[in-house]
DNA sequence: ATGTGGTATAGATCACCTCTATATCATTAT
DNA sequence: ATAATGATATAGAGGTGATCTATACCACAT
């Protein structure tokens, strides 16, 4: 059959017009080329070249090869320079799953980071709650997402990213609340700030409730940490919120913790894809970075 | 290096999704193709499949070379095409030199045939005198020439076609002439029918009439074969032609060949090529052609 | 458990590409 | 003429890497 290595060999010394510069430029010897345009000859049964008495010359025939095989190549040529673009990160898109909490609080500050270092790759977004989620990377819609843990899946490849520790913090109208140790029923009955329903935190910190036989109606019911916790410094109750938000407005005495008799389970926020499925370069490159900045600390 | 075979395994694997069926299609083991795959990856640097459990799938960057090579490929299948075609004589293009005349009485009728076998080939035809056609030859201007014999070129290679035998002719009005052998002066001095100034035939003539130092000045001088003849019929005077043109004319009685005493030596009409160019597909068909046409008697 | 349908790995083999050496040929220089 | 130069072609040896066989391994379905 014919050897796609020949039509190498070919371009070449059609450039040349000379098999020994062939030759050299292909780093083999001249009979080597010799030899591999005479198999080609002899398989297409048509002579490609003339040999004149100083180099050869493309027949007809050889012309008209030489037209398709020239445009082949700088296509095969393009296609390594795509590549070669794709591996040095200078282009390529990432499809990222993600609930609307995760993508602002998570997601965003390390996406910039990672945007204006490459610039030329695309970012997807796809917001929704984790089974959605789950089901879009199962589905090859996405390549990766950021899910609340627990989540067990024999598809999928789950690693916890962060451990998110909750609390209830309040202002300092109920700031003598934070001198002792409160049971559940006690913080049920506080007029409480939550996130939204169906929210992850919400259903995290009804089940909490749920445990011990006790449901609650929030009085303040927030899509936004920051609004949680400017409601509750304003003394309208007590929020439920991730303590890492809130570091500093502890510090500063602007909010308060409440002990609880019954800890808080930390949650964890999980990165996912699929087990069968080998990232592409930039999301490989997108975790790495992820990995990293996360390690350091949120 | 890069293999360009590899292309080939990689774009039937792409195809079939699946190591084993590609392997088939090439007939090559299904370990072959994992062996080369895994190369190809190597030498890029990048992942070009995702090994599932049931065959696999091209990554982000595999697709994006898939495309390259899928147009590339596509190329060079047109390249076989096109080149198959020419093969076939179903396209192609020939080049071919000759002066008016035996453009027209010797090629033409020939021509004829070989179009209707071969309608795709193209035909350039230019006309020239022999020491100008030969120049275009030895430029690769045209692919191959008849010229008037004799001719001789190191660059060339020059085979004899056929013999012109030429003759003096006149019509009944001369019809005693020709029944006793002239001399040069005699035919000399007649009322002379030639071919126009400056083409073979009329050179040709001058020049055996010089041999004996006599200068001849015609009283017609034409540029067409056909009216010499008529000419000569209508009794004008001596038309010098090719017999063979003259044939039945001769036969029956409209026209009267003049015996000579110095007979005229026949012409050759040679055919050449480019020593060192092979002909191209078509054209060495068609010289085939004219080869075996001629021998067969013109 | 077992069968099915796929890919990966190990090690042996062999085809064929590449090499060296030399022939041949045309052109150019001496 | 003769030699030198610059090409391609040919012959025969050799080596390398693609290919093969055999087998492991893995996921999934029965």
């Known amino acids: 059959m014919f050897n796609l290595e020949w039509y190498r060999i070919f371009w070449q010394t059609a450039r040349h017009r000379n098999l020994t510069k062939a030759a050299g430029e292909l780093h083999i010897t001249q009979p080597s080329v010799s030899y591999a345009i005479k198999q080609m000859e002899e398989a297409l049964g048509l002579r490609l070249f003339h040999r004149l008495s100083k180099g050869v010359e493309l027949t007809e025939e050889g012309r008209a090869l030489f037209e398709y095989v020239d445009q082949s190549f700088s296509m095969l040529d393009s296609a390594q320079k795509h590549l070669e673009s794709l591996k040095q990160l200078n282009e390529g898109e990432i499809r990222i799953g993600a609930s609307d ?54 598809l999928l490849n789950i690693q916890t990213l962060v451990v998110l520790e909750d609390c209830f913090v309040v202002g300092e109208a109920y700031q003598e609340l934070a001198s002792r140790s409160l049971t559940m029923r006690e913080v049920s009955e506080l007029p409480l700030i939550l996130f939204s329903q169906g929210s992850s935190t919400r259903v995290f910190v009804e089940q909490w409730f749920a445990a011990k036989g006790l449901s609650v109606t929030p009085d303040i019911e927030l899509g936004s940490i920051e609004l949680l916790a400017e409601f509750a410094r304003l003394g309208y109750g007590a929020a439920f919120v991730s303590r890492s938000f809130v570091q500093e407005d502890l510090h500063s005495g602007k909010l308060y913790e409440l002990k609880l008799d019954d800890p808080l389970l930390p949650r964890s926020i999980g990165f996912a894809v699929r087990r069968d499925r080998k990232l592409s370069v930039a999301a490989e490159q997108f975790v790495q970075m992820i990995g990293a900045r996360l390690s350091e600390g949120l």
């Open 101 to 154: 909490y995760l993508i602002k609080h998570l997601l965003l500050p390390q996406l910039n980071t990672f945007h204006s270092t490459y610039p030329g790759i695309r970012i997807r977004l796809s917001h929704g709650k984790t089974p959605d989620i789950t089901k879009r990377l199962k589905d090859g819609e996405i390549d990766c997402a950021f899910v609340h843990m627990p989540l067990h899946d024999p």
